[in-house]
């Protein structure tokens, strides 16, 4: 597991912009990568990379790495605004019934292999693996303090 010094190290060294590091979780080689998030607006992300690639098919069809390394978001199927249309011709006491009969209370999950700050990764990294540990020179923490040893 990190320690609390590696923690503050990580999320330092994930909290500028194309900042970068490596973990290795579970024997599963993890690259993070802090890019951008939005095309209009100044906007970055922790990317997550599993054994060095992102594939974008396992965002609805997740396999197991994916539920365990990525951010898991779950929308409602249908748009409150259509519900609601559709309710206001029945009477108040009937919603509930219908809302579970016609399937308008179903949710659509998603797992996104990003997240918008390097405290919500390493929280779901911290539930979710056993073994969790900085790879790479770069990466060394000094012990005692929380600073990163860029090698040079």
């Known amino acids: 597991m990190l320690t609390p010094n590696q923690c503050k190290a990580l999320t330092d060294q994930l909290s500028v912009p194309w900042g970068t590091a490596e973990l290795l979780c579970d024997g599963i080689r993890l690259q993070l990568q802090v890019e951008r998030s939005s095309k209009t607006a100044i906007k970055y ?25 990525w951010r898991e978001e ?28 016609m399937g308008f209370d179903k949710k659509i999950t998603y ?24 790879v790479g020179p770069e990466h060394l923490v000094n012990p005692g303090t929380s600073e990163v040893k860029h090698g040079n």
């Open 111 to 134: 797992f996104w292999p990003h997240f918008n700050t390097p405290s919500n990764l390493i929280r779901k990294l911290k539930a979710n693996c056993t073994h969790i540990e900085l």
């Open 45 to 69: 992300a922790v990317m997550v990379y599993i054994d060095g690639k992102i594939d974008w098919n396992l965002v609805n069809k997740p396999d197991d790495n994916a539920r365990k390394f």
């Open 74 to 101: 779950n929308k409602s199927a249908w748009p409150a605004s259509h519900v609601a249309k559709f309710l206001k011709g029945f009477p108040k006491r009937s919603h509930a019934r219908l809302i579970k009969e």
